[in-house]
């Protein structure tokens, strides 16, 4: 059973209560009348919030409530939405579009801001019970988040990099191409095939072209808190040993 509660800026708020197999839904309605662009309706046992906003997905944000932690799907494509997973410790992660994950703490809070809108979940839970064998849900991790290569180079990039400075590009290719087992990229290929991805899921725009996309991937991910210190560690650990 999950105990959600809502709200879409200073106006709107709602309260939901989740049962087992049950979801609560942020999602896109162009539909919806212009003088009541947000609905929260109630469709066989689950919970949807509707808002007439051409940035947000559909859907945006999915909770599911399950026999153990929930999990959260971000729908949310990368438009320059941000979505932001904060713990009551004041941890923060940004999962990656398409991810899917489990919530390991009652009390946290999702946020998704896109123009117009700034709409927080905080999501409460039995945290007690276990996650069941086979769910098939992963942690917020890295083993959950490898397979996007713009994620995964920007947490190679901020676990390599020295406190005031960043990773040296040749290093970040070379660590990059033996975690991936892959032949090392050109310059080139690693900025287009790799690199710039990475800033563009982000929204991040370089003044200039031949500015080091290196420091403002990492300067972005560091302000944000993208990556909490046990990935950073799993990480670090997975490297060496790589021999990198």
């Not at 890295?142 to 901020?158: E, F, P, R, T």
Request: hydrophobic share 40%; with cysteine.
């Amino acid at each position: 059973m999950l105990r959600i509660a809502w709200s879409a800026g200073e106006q709107q708020a709602g309260t939901a209560t989740i049962a087992t197999g049950h979801r609560f839904v942020l999602a896109r309605r162009m539909t919806l009348d212009e003088r009541q662009p947000l609905v929260a309706e109630q469709i066989d046992g689950s919970t949807y919030v509707f808002v007439r906003l051409p940035y947000v997905s559909d859907p945006a944000l999915v909770i599911t409530a399950t026999e153990g932690q929930p999990v959260v799907h971000r729908g949310q494509r990368s438009n320059g939405a941000i979505v932001e997973l904060t713990t009551p410790d004041g941890d923060t992660t940004t999962p990656a579009p398409s991810q899917s994950f489990s919530l390991t703490t009652s009390g946290s809070r999702l946020e998704l801001r896109v123009p117009d809108l700034t709409f927080s979940v905080v999501v409460e839970f039995d945290s007690r019970a276990a996650r069941p064998s086979g769910s098939g849900t992963e942690q917020l991790s890295v083993a959950s988040l490898q397979d996007d290569d713009a994620w995964l180079v920007a947490a190679i990039a901020v676990a390599l990099s020295p406190d005031n400075g960043v990773v040296a590009h040749g290093d970040l290719k070379r660590a990059f191409a033996l975690w991936r087992g892959v032949e090392v990229h050109s310059d080139g290929a690693f900025d287009r095939n790799v690199l710039r991805p990475a800033l563009e899921s982000r929204s991040i725009e370089l003044p200039g072209p031949r500015l080091n996309k290196i420091v403002y991937l990492v300067e972005r991910c560091r302000r944000t808190s993208e990556f909490p210190a046990h990935v950073l560690r799993d990480v670090r650990d997975r490297l060496e040993a790589l021999g990198v």
